[in-house]
Structures are given as C-alpha cells and as structure tokens.
C-alpha cells in the first residue's frame, strides 16, 4: 500500500510542477517552516494567485514535495534492488546502496521525512500520513526481506535493519562522521551474516 493512497493529491500542470520544484529545493534546504509561499512563488516563477489557485495552501504544497519525493525513492530503490539480483541479502544491502546513491545526488541533509516529522508531528496535518506511511512501508520492506532470510525472526531482524537504516540516514544528515550510510551497511551485512 502506497503511502498516499489516502492523502489527497493534485494533478500537475507545468507551473504546479515548477512549484513543487522550488519546494522540494527550498523545503530540502532551509526548512518546510521557514519557507513562505511568496518565496516558492518567486522561485518557480509563478504569481501568488497561481500558486493558491493550483494547490490552495502550503500545506497541500507540503503533501505534494514529500509524496512526489516518497514516490521517487521508491522507484529509486527498485531499480537498486532489481540490480541487485534476487537474493534477499543482496537486497537488503541494496537499500543501503540506493540510501547513499540518493544522499550524493539528492543532498546529505538527512531524509526529508525524518527532517519533515521534525516540524510536522501533529497526526491532524495532511502530510502526516506521507511522513509515517512512507517509514512503515521501509519498516515492511525490510522485515519482508528479512522473513526470506531467517523467518523466525523476520520482525526482530526487519526492525533492526530498519534501525541501522533509519539512524543512518539521521547520522548521514547531521555529518557527525564520514560514511554512515557505508558503515550501516556494513553492519547489516554482519546482522545478516548472524541471521
């Protein structure tokens, strides 16, 4: 189940594309909170009116950059995991390889949900439900990928490759030491070589 199958969306005309450009950028790099819409307005080089008209308020701005970002990394992560060949060690080690690709092309600030999550935290918030969907479905990917290696401890290992994952992607954001997507992935090959 996707993570925006219930959240509302819009369709995208060329100028609302423009728009959610300029936020994923601006959002990405200074804050969803700090960002106002005259800013994203200017940097797409639309009018107010348009903007309001395509998409009404900055928080169905806010749904569309975080699911248009879910829904790339998802086909992102496939391509890694298709490449990676069938066997689900190498697809576990996949997602830390595709996690690193995106950071070197996306920027190292961290993932965009965990930095989203850190100003929307109220469960009434239409991107809300993006934010967490898209953690669970990591958290169902790898304890999946996990119930192909040792099935009876396909939630214990599924959760603590989720762990080693989603810290980090936190550590990676905070460059607090080189490499930390390369030194999680080390320790899920040694988790599953434990498994």
């Known amino acids: 189940m996707g993570s925006n199958e219930t959240t509302q969306r819009i369709t995208m005309t060329p100028a609302a594309?423009?728009?959610i450009e300029a936020a994923e950028r601006l959002f990405y790099e200074r804050g969803i909170h700090a960002v106002g819409v005259d800013l994203i307005a200017a940097e797409a080089g639309v009018t107010k009116k348009t903007l309001y008209d395509r998409f009404g308020c900055?928080?169905?701005?806010?749904?569309?950059?975080?699911?248009d970002r879910d829904e790339r990394w998802r086909v992102f992560l496939a391509d890694h995991m298709n490449a990676a060949g069938p066997t689900p060690a190498a697809r576990v080690l996949a997602v830390f390889d595709a996690a690193r690709a995106w950071a070197a092309q996306h920027g190292h600030k961290g993932c965009s949900m965990v930095n989203a999550h850190a100003e929307i935290s109220d469960p009434a918030h239409p991107a809300?439900?993006?934010i967490t969907g898209q953690k669970r479905w990591m958290l169902t990917l790898f304890t999946d990928l996990a119930g192909e290696i040792a099935p009876e401890q396909a939630g214990r290992l599924g959760r603590a490759l989720?762990?080693?994952?989603e810290g980090a992607l936190v550590a990676?954001?905070?460059?607090?030491?080189?490499?930390?997507?390369?030194?999680?992935r080390e320790q899920a090959q040694a988790v599953l070589a434990a498994a």
């Not at 900055?58 to 699911?67: D, G, R, S």
């Not at 989720?162 to 994952?165: C, D, E, I, K």
């Not at 990676?172 to 999680?184: H, K, M, N, V, W």
């Open 17 to 19: 594309r423009r728009v």
């Open 58 to 67: 900055k928080e169905q701005i806010v749904v569309e950059y975080l699911a």
């Open 128 to 130: 809300y439900p993006i």
């Open 162 to 165: 989720m762990l080693l994952h």
């Open 172 to 184: 990676e954001g905070l460059s607090i030491f080189p490499d930390a997507i390369g030194q999680a």
